[in-house]
Every structure is written in C-alpha cells, then in structure tokens.
C-alpha cells in the first residue's frame, strides 16, 4: 500500500515523539511540517528528514498532504481541524478534540459532510499493554467488571514546561491535559461511559513558575487544578477518577494507576500515558498479584493512532483513535466540570468503544518478548 502522506502543523515539544515514531512505521509518511515560527519548522525539517517545511496555508493546499496532524495549542485544535476539513484533508489532532461540546461536534459534522476522517489523540491504548489488559478482561479473567479507580496527582507543568500558563486557563486543568489518557484506557476497557458527575476546586493560587525561562513569574489560575470525577459505563461498572495539578508529592501507584475490579480477580493496568509497561493480576484462586507477561508483536509509540488511520482507509473499515472516541471522552471531562458547576449529573451522548487491535495489523519493526 502507498504510505499515508502526513503534514505537520505544530512543531513543539510533542512533535519530535511523532517524527521519530513515524519513521518505524511504513503505512505512514511525514511529508512537510508548519508551524507559527518559520524557524522551527524549518529546524524540525532539517532535524527529522521532512521534505518541506512550509507556511500553515501552504501545507493545507499542498497536493503532497493526504492527512494533517494538529500538534497546536489545544485552544487552536478546532480552528485548525476545520481549516484542514474544509482544504479536503483528513485530520489528526493531539488531544483533547476542542475545548467545548459545540466545537467537537462541528469538527465530527464538518468531516462528515466532506467525507474525511477525524482522528485524535491518545493513540496510548493501542500499545501491547494495554490491549493485553483489555484481551485479560473480555476473557473473563477477572469475571465481570464492577468497578474501576484512575489516579493522576502531580505538583502542576511549572516546575519543567518552557510555557506552562496555559495549562491553568480555561481549556486546560489536570483534567483536559491528562484525562484523556485515562478516560481513553477506561473507554477501550470497559466500553462507554454513560453519566458523569464531578467535584472541583482550585488549591493552589497564584502558581510560580520554576522553569527557565519565566523562573519567577506568577500564573493566576483559572481553572480547577484538582478533579474527582465518578463515572457510570453502560455495562453497569461505576469508575473514579482523580486529577490533580496540586499534590506536592505522589502517593498513588504512577507504575499501575488504573485498578480495574471485577467479580472474580482484580487487574492492575499500567500508566496510560504510555503505550506498554507491567500488568498485574490477582484472582480468586492466586490473590498474591502476579505480572502477566505480554508479547510485544508490534512498535509502541505516538503515530499509532495515524497507522491505524491508513489501514482503516485501505480496508475502508473504522479507526480507532477516532474523533468519536475524542468526544465521548471530551464530554466526559466537560461533564464532570459542569456537573461540579451545577450539582447535576450529566449524561454523555456519545458512547462508543473501539474494536481491538489484532496484533497482525501493525507493520513496522518487531520488537522481541
């Protein structure tokens, strides 16, 4: 099959994970690269390989760009999807989708209307590990699910990001910067969620930067940096979920963060921010947790979801890094700040669940057990 011509919009620090990757994977071919500053697209060609470097407008006209991935600011996602949409191009973004309820479901419409497809990130739960956990649990190794527990507690991005202000304005928040691993993860594993309900608060304000090059200034914060969400999935498991930007130091398990619970055993799923690490299970019968090993048959790493994409077009079958999945869980972190506002649940339209990934599907370089 020909490769998936891809352009790059966006060449910060998320982008190098995706040239890198892209190289190892042949479905998918990294043709040009923009951003903002001319500059840095130009460096990020010359670094990675990237036959162009051009302009925005330009990389959206270009015949040699089947498919954009928006690596911008999550308040540009919407802008630049429909950009591409409208250009006739298929998009990929970074998560989250949008930043409203409204803007993700114009993306979905606008890419319906045009016949192309939407994507978006976290691509994570395609990695060995996790789709081993999901192979775990519809075998009925851990009988049937009952509940699920997801925990994400750090001090906040000012202590290491170059421009960390964003991630305390509206659209930002430990919930819509790190959620989206984790509700992704729950989604793959559990199926849709169906209801939401959430508690907020803002615990640490003003913020002070301690990362070069703004050491010393100030963020005022202006969204809630600690999230407890609780969640019903149309299976009848009741899930928690805490994020947090204000926990000085860690006390939760960071190597297996997602505990999933079930009638006959329980399973310890690794960090969703990732595409592999350990899995633990315990059961009824061996209750000392025990590491289920997993055969790495294909590369982990970010352009997973963009591989899929291409295979999905060739077999004019579904994706499953898909903008679909990006809404139902955008409407899950929405749902539980404006649950938190109001005092109400709040039920999630969207509900959807990927298909797994057959282990065959996915060319590139083996990586041994």
Known sequence: MNPLRIGVIGCGNISKAYFTKAKELPAILITACADLDPARARAAAEQHGIPHALSVDALLASDEVDLVLNLTIPAAHAEVALKAIAAGKHTYAEKPLALSVAEGRSILAAAKAKGVRVGCAPDTFLGTSHQACRRIIEEGRIGRPVAATAFMLCAGHESWHPDPEFYYKPGGGP?????????????????????????????????????????????????????????????????????????????????????????????????PNGFEGPIFISTLSEPEYKPVEVEKTYPNGRSLGLADIAYALRDNTAHRASGELAQSVLEAMLGFLESARTGKHIDITSAVQPEPLPTDLIEGVAVAR
């Open 175 to 271: 919930m819509l910067d790190m959620g989206p691993y984790y509700l992704t993860a729950l989604i793959n594993l559990l199926g849709p969620i169906t209801r939401v309900s959430g508690e907020t608060t803002i615990a640490i304000n003003p913020r002070t930067i301690t990362s070069e090059k703004k050491r010393g200034q100030t963020i005022d914060v202006e969204t809630p940096d600690h999230v407890t969400g609780s969640m019903r999935f149309a299976s009848g498991v009741i899930g928690t979920i805490v994020t947090s930007f204000a926990c000085r130091a860690r006390t939760y398990d960071g190597t297996n963060p997602i505990t999933i619970y079930g009638t006959e055993g329980t399973l310890k799923v690794p960090d």
